[in-house]
């Protein structure tokens, strides 16, 4: 490629300025109001010291350094979290109500505060979770790998701090959170979903769990399982529907299984073997599988030091 001269490089700067005006959608210029990603990425971390001491950030922490260790991670996620959801507020509506910023103020404060209010419930969701991951793995050697090691872990934690802001009403912030625990761990979680006690996602690559999914509590699933919407055709004027499955108690969900539709419901104790495509609900306690592929095998003349088996067989 030849480099371009300095004539070249101002008439392309005056191409794509004006094409900051053709597509405004995709440009921000002008406003101070837009949350900082890495800001937010930064509470998260923050938070997640703050809800495992001892594992994140500093350690040899003792119970008497403890009322100053949380009363200050507190006071860093409270100041930082209210500038980013004050943010948050603006951008999502720039036109100030009857009290002006005074009200984006009130908004964020109390948002952040009944956010704050959340984390002992949260921690208490978390241990179940832990727990789930150490009882449903034999590879697992204790809680401090799970935290330290698994991605499905990762993604169930940034999810719930996630989802608890969702759940206040913050635009953005939520979807940021769980879009950065998505590119660490390859796990989509939307924050809108609700999902009950004592979940587990082993391995977790590749997993997909819609907006208004419903899980319940005490379900297990593996990598590739996709709960999704049996079709999104309808765009924008699907906002707010039901699209996601529903997920009962007890439910075991194999790899690469595609559970689809806001109308599917998956009952209590269900299992739900690989690879399946389900569009319509099942009921509790049944076993859904595909027919087994028939698998041949064949002899093959023999290779120098490989023993072939005796004859052709079939499964």
């Known amino acids: 490629m030849s480099r371009k001269g300095p004539q070249n490089l101002t ?3 005056e191409a794509i300025i004006a094409s900051y005006q053709q597509h405004p959608e995709t440009q ?6 837009l949350p900082n990603r890495r800001i937010i990425i930064v509470l998260v971390q923050t938070i997640r010291e703050l809800l495992f001491p001892g594992f994140l950030g500093r350690q040899n922490l003792s119970t008497i350094d403890l009322p100053y260790h949380v ?4 006071g860093t996620i409270r100041d930082g979290l209210f500038d980013q959801v004050r943010r ?15 009200d984006y103020d009130a908004s964020a404060a109390a948002m952040t505060d009944e956010f704050l209010g959340c984390l002992p419930e949260i921690r208490r969701m978390l241990a179940a979770d832990a727990q789930a991951f150490f009882d449903g793995d034999p590879a697992a ?9 698994y991605p499905g872990y990762l993604a169930i934690t940034v999810y719930r701090i996630a989802h608890a802001l969702h759940r206040l009403g913050v635009p953005l912030i939520p979807r940021i959170m769980t879009e950065y625990a998505h590119n660490l761990t390859g796990i989509d979680i939307h924050p809108g979903a609700e999902i009950g006690e004592y979940f587990f996602i082993d391995h977790g690559t590749g997993v997909v769990i819609g907006e208004t999914t419903s899980i319940g509590d005490h379900v297990k699933m593996y990598q590739g399982v996709t709960l999704g919407a ?3 055709r309808g765009g924008q ?4 529907a039901k699209r996601h499955p529903t997920i009962e108690d007890h439910v075991m969900i194999y790899p690469n299984a595609s559970i689809l539709g806001g109308s599917t419901v998956i009952g209590q104790g269900a299992t739900i073997n690989g690879n399946v495509f389900i569009t319509q609900s099942v009921p509790p306690h049944t076993r859904v599988s595909v027919k087994h592929p028939e698998l041949q095998y064949r002899n093959r003349p023999p290779r120098e030091g490989v023993q072939n088996l005796p004859l052709d067989f079939q499964i």
Do not use: N, V, W
């Open 28 to 33: 921000c210029i002008g406003s101070a109001h």
């Open 141 to 149: 050697t204790g809680i401090d790998e799970i935290i330290f090691c």
């Open 71 to 74: 009363g200050s991670l507190l």
């Open 88 to 102: 948050a507020l603006r951008h999502a509506q720039p036109q100030p109500g009857p009290g002006g910023d005074a």
């Open 230 to 232: 049996l079709s999104t």
């Open 11 to 13: 008439q392309l700067a």
């Open 237 to 240: 004027s699907l906002r707010g």
